[in-house]
């Protein structure tokens, strides 16, 4: 009776998974299409530093910032802040004071992500935040790329030099770091794409 009643249970799982809705192959390519669209955004994505001067929009800029916040932060600790300057005589004045900016090659706006202190981990965790902003500032350059604008990482930390006369700029106070400074907007230039893969700098350990 035992072993009947197992048999039943078997017919009965092979009758449910025979009735099941077949699922529609067509959906694989479209999987597959976002993993190629994502690589090659990754490949494809360049350093731009001529801008055409056009103004984004509040979307595209919520857009670009909404990717550098999805980066993943130490224990999501996010310890971040991002200043956005649209205002074309502070870029002015940025890209006059630190030429290597790029903020005098008319960017429609320029963001500063900037690492804050009173949200960053104890003792020697701390310096995490750089890892932290860095992630988000690859988030919003990739993010900028996939919607054909251009931008550039232009370094600020550590600099101590340079790190205080962005604050002073923009009016932030210590506890406000900025990382760096990416200007963004629609390219005027269309840089060559390089190829960066050496296998010389992989090591495996099997």
Excluded at 29 to 41: D, G, H, R, S, Y
Excluded at 120 to 143: K, M, P
Aim: aromatic content about 4%; glycine content about 4%.
């Amino acid at each position: 009776m035992k072993r009947l009643w197992i048999c039943l249970m078997a017919m009965a799982a092979v009758i449910t998974s025979c009735n099941k809705p077949q699922e529609d192959d067509s959906k694989q390519p479209a999987e597959m299409n976002k993993t190629e669209i994502v690589l090659e955004a990754i490949q494809t994505r360049v350093s731009v530093r001529e801008f055409t001067g056009e103004k984004l929009t509040d979307e595209q800029i919520e857009q670009l910032l909404r990717a550098a916040m999805a980066a993943p932060s130490a224990l999501n600790k996010q310890p971040w802040q991002f200043v956005v300057i649209t205002n074309e005589e502070l870029l002015k004045k940025i890209g006059e004071q630190m030429p290597n900016t790029r903020c005098q090659n008319k960017p429609g706006c320029a963001i500063v992500p900037c690492g804050d202190m009173t949200k960053t981990l104890d003792g020697q965790a701390r310096d995490f935040w750089v890892n932290d902003l860095s992630a988000a500032t690859e988030n919003l350059l990739l993010a900028a790329h996939a919607m054909g604008l251009g931008a550039v990482w232009t370094g600020v930390h550590p600099n101590k030099d340079r790190v205080k006369e962005v604050q002073e700029l923009l009016g932030l106070d210590e506890n406000l770091v900025p990382l760096c400074i990416i200007p963004v907007g629609v390219p005027a230039e269309q840089p060559e794409v390089k190829q960066k893969f050496n296998e010389e700098n992989i090591r495996y350990i099997k």
